[in-house]
């Protein structure tokens, strides 16, 4: 495991990339509506990276274990789905369903990596409360990236947090470090315990990307090898912020 600290000339390009992300996830968000094809949103997250001349970061990835390049820029995850869903034409999104959009940026060489989590329409109170735990979920761990503190205490905050309001967090699926690359060391957990895990010094910049469940913390993997569902098919959320650990505490790059 080796750690890649950024210098402040470093943080100061991902500050600039992380605005432009969230500003381009919260259209790309705003946008998402019934009777929309997830490759239309796919095809918007397109043109407003190049509108800002910057590129996407997923679009032709290939993971660790995946057979094949990722083949778009946007990753688009509908209800029981949780990440990595593959835009598609004849993927329609449909009034009362909760969709995630996730997004990585190269911005000057550097990454970084936002997901937000929409409600379509109207949905049930009981989808509503899940998305907006798993966001509180996000503020909680964030608040426990500070620098003498570890990944466990990152985790920890989001699971006591998800215990206490009755949900499940993800099993097998976390956080990471980021900037140089998409994913980059160290592991960033939704579960664990104080004090364990990777000590947070001044200089990391890591994804924190709670994924909470009403049902099984269970995953499956679909067969196109990359959108990731819950067992039991029971609603999922998920909300992630690169997030900069400075001398003052955490800093939140990904906001606009
Ligand atoms: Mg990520």
């Known amino acids: 495991m080796s750690v890649i600290l950024k210098t402040k000339e470093e943080v100061e390009i991902l500050r600039e990339g992380g605005r432009r992300l969230a500003e381009i996830l919260a259209k790309i968000a705003d946008s998402v509506s019934s009777g929309m094809s997830t490759k239309e949103l796919d095809d918007l ?16 990835y290939t993971p660790e274990g995946v057979s094949y390049p990722y083949p778009a820029a946007l990753c688009v995850s509908i209800n029981d789905e949780i990440v990595h869903g593959i835009p598609n ?5 449909q009034e009362g369903d909760v969709v995630t959009v996730d997004l990585g940026l190269i911005h000057e060489g550097l990454y970084t990596d936002h997901a937000i989590t929409v409600a379509v329409g109207k949905v049930k109170k009981e989808y509503l ?45 976390s956080g990471h470090g980021v900037g140089k690359k998409v994913h980059e060391d160290p592991y960033v957990p939704n579960y664990g315990r104080p004090g364990t895990g990777v000590l947070l010094e001044v200089g990391m910049v890591i994804a924190i990307e709670p994924m909470l469940t009403i049902g099984s913390e269970e995953i499956a993997v679909l067969d196109d090898e990359y959108t990731y569902v819950t067992y039991d098919g029971s609603m999922s959320a998920h909300f992630e912020h690169t997030v900069y650990i400075g001398e003052d505490g955490p800093e939140i790059l990904t906001q606009a």
């Open 89 to 93: 034409d004849e993927v329609i999104i």
């Open 45 to 60: 997250a397109m043109m407003l990276i190049e509108e800002y001349g910057d590129k996407p970061a997923f679009l032709n």
């Open 129 to 173: 409360d899940l998305i907006y735990a798993t966001r509180e979920s996000l503020s909680r761990a964030i608040e426990a990236a500070k620098p003498g503190n570890y990944t466990g205490d990152i985790g920890y905050a989001v699971e006591s947090y998800a215990k206490e309001k009755g949900y499940k967090v993800v099993r097998g699926l």
